[in-house]
């Protein structure tokens, strides 16, 4: 089945500070999301983006289908995006999604 | 509702109980999607339902667990005579309605429910 891989499995930024965020799968991909995972468990969707460049405030992301990699901007960061963040694909129709092991990011003030 | 919605949000429960944990997915959406994280791992898939039916129950560990969805909405899964080993937070997960948002299949998270077996 489809791989991905993401990376670093983990970061520690200053407050202020920008970052990005990679994940590598190893198929072509109908489907790709990154998720915040806050501490309190929940999952928080931050883009649903196979291909092409998305921004939201703070946090961009641009997949490179053709290349099979994806990245996740995040810029001036601030404690609140602390968490771990998820990596998620899959390859056909509405079948599950296969997830990276995440980044683990602390900001520290 | 407005989102994805999971009951109990925690479960204790002693070895070798019955648990069932309940899953609402976001209305009209066509599938569901049950997930489990162990402590401090990633995402594994259980079982995906498309409507009522279940195509893929390849992520299921073991014989002791089972799910159903009943009029295309709420989902339930089963866990039979708990182990410890079966401990973890379960997630659920829905996506796609036609007839709201285009075909994206994007999935949407409920916030889980945490089973701790003792």
């Known amino acids: 089945g489809i791989q991905v891989e993401q990376s670093p499995p983990d970061l520690i930024l200053q407050e202020g500070a920008n970052s990005t965020l990679r994940c590598n799968f190893s198929?072509?991909?109908?489907?790709l999301q990154w998720f915040h995972q806050n501490p309190w468990g929940q999952l928080i969707n931050l883009f649903y983006?196979?291909?092409g460049t998305k921004q939201n405030g703070r946090l961009s992301a641009t997949t490179v289908a053709t290349e099979r990699y994806s990245l996740l901007y995040i810029s001036s960061s601030q404690t609140t995006d602390s968490g771990v963040y998820f990596c998620?694909?899959?390859?056909?129709?509405?079948?599950?999604?296969?997830f990276g092991k995440g980044t683990r990011l602390s900001v520290i003030a | 509702g407005a989102g994805v919605s999971q009951s109990p949000s925690n479960k204790v429960t002693e070895k070798g109980k019955d648990v069932e944990l309940r899953c609402d997915p976001i209305s009209g959406h066509t599938a569901l999607y049950w997930y489990r994280q162990s402590l401090g791992q990633g995402l594994e898939f259980l079982i995906y339902?498309?409507?009522?039916?279940?195509?893929?129950k390849s992520g299921l560990p073991s014989d002791r667990f089972s799910a159903e969805r009943t009029g295309g909405s709420v989902s339930t899964l089963t866990i039979q005579r708990t182990q410890q080993e079966d401990s973890a937070v379960y997630l659920c997960a829905s996506s796609f309605n036609p007839r709201v948002q285009a075909i994206t299949y994007e999935q949407y998270f409920g916030p889980g429910t945490r089973l701790t077996v003792t």
């Open positions: 998620a694909v899959r390859n056909s129709g509405n079948t599950p999604l296969v």
């Open positions: 198929d072509s991909v109908n489907n």
């Open positions: 339902f498309q409507g009522n039916s279940a195509p893929d």
């Open positions: 983006i196979p291909s």
